[in-house]
């Protein structure tokens, strides 16, 4: 049977209510333990549980963070089958695509998961999800990647977004299949699997303001748009534009502050603000347009996929052309294959 590595993060899962809302609860590890320790014995894999101290807000999250995250597994890499991640939902996406992008191709997987409510209030859905976690981590044909497991659903870590605030079924993946889905058993897709190795386990320098997210919306300004890319900080944009990639002309203004900043060294990524579909920069002249000044199609990624990988790129010092190649295909199935 696997042995797997339980990681715990923070977030909402391991929270207890007081006076003023939720709060991160001392004694959730023990809490845990106990409940799982209750479940038959032959159902879960053998499992070790570690805190990382201090907690990770979710809502606070940096790029730093995903440094402890790989610190931890490097520490543990060789001693486990698998490792799950109990992470706070607010960032989870993000902090799952990171690890996709860090840790590149995988010979075990790592599964992450949380709670729309902490474990041991009424209809908490934390245990659900812990425990679909561990199977998923210790299941012999587990995918070699990063996962997210929330509410029977195995999703690829890169292409998951939260799309819900309220429901118990928080996450989904809108321009990809689910890896896995749980029903009386666990049923894992029959799709191609990613390539398999050693991972990288190393740290990468990030470094805060270097990724920025321009929203495309009306009532953009062109001044706007200039002071935002004439932060001597920024070398990585992720361009949110309308429908199949479309961005307003702004009177041709927009265009001419792209155009400037590519030719500085900037690279532009363009994402859809569409939660489904693909940016196809060549369907309308506005987007056409895009292509002719080096702006980088993100086809169907995701924003929380495009601004992690950019930040892991940076971070692992890609730069010029080198980078604008990882940008423009996929690295760890994140997006589809460009035509």
């Known amino acids: ?30 809490r845990l333990q106990a409940v799982l320790a209750a479940q038959p014995s032959d159902r879960l894999p053998n499992h070790d549980l570690l805190a990382l101290n201090p907690p990770i807000d979710s809502a606070d999250l940096e790029p730093a963070a995903w440094n402890r995250l790989i610190d931890a ?21 993000y902090t799952a695509a990171a690890l996709s992008f860090l840790l590149d191709a995988l010979d075990k997987p790592v599964v992450l998961t949380g709670a ?22 210790g299941h012999p044909c587990a995918p070699r990647e990063v996962c997210i497991a929330f509410h029977d659903r ?25 890896l896995g889905e749980a029903g009386i058993t ?21 470094e805060a303001g270097r990724v920025g997210v321009l929203h495309c919306h009306p009532g953009l300004a062109a001044g706007q748009v200039a002071r935002q890319l004439d932060d001597p900080q920024l070398q990585g944009l992720v361009l949110l534009t309308y429908g199949m990639g479309n961005p307003p002309g702004l009177d041709g203004q927009l265009l001419a502050c792209l155009r400037q900043a590519v030719e500085r060294g900037l690279a532009i990524v363009n994402v859809t603000q569409c939660r489904q579909g693909s940016v196809q920069q060549g369907a309308y002249a506005s987007g056409g347009r895009l292509n002719d000044i080096g702006i980088i199609a993100g086809h169907d990624i995701t924003p929380e996929a495009a601004i992690t990988k950019l930040e892991v790129l940076l971070g692992r ?23």
């Open 1 to 30: 049977m696997a042995r797997l590595l339980v990681l715990y993060t923070g977030g909402t899962l391991g929270m207890e209510p007081s006076s003023g809302g939720y709060v991160p609860s001392p004694h959730f590890a023990e």
């Open 73 to 93: 597994l490097s520490a543990a890499w060789s001693s486990y089958d698998g490792f799950v991640i109990l992470h706070g939902t607010d960032t989870l996406a």
């Open 116 to 137: 729309q409510i902490p474990l041991g209030e009424p209809r908490s859905d934390a245990l659900n999800n812990v425990l679909l976690a561990l199977q998923a981590a």
């Open 154 to 178: 195995l999703l690829r870590g890169n292409r998951a977004r939260k799309c819900r605030t309220q429901g118990l079924d928080a996450f989904d993946s809108p321009n990809a299949p689910w």
């Open 186 to 206: 666990l049923r894992l897709a029959e799709l191609p699997a990613l390539p398999a190795g050693a991972p990288n386990l190393t740290p990468a320098a990030f």
């Open 317 to 339: 010092a890609k730069r010029g052309q080198v980078l604008r190649d990882a940008l423009s295909r996929p690295l760890r199935g994140e997006m589809s294959t460009p035509p």
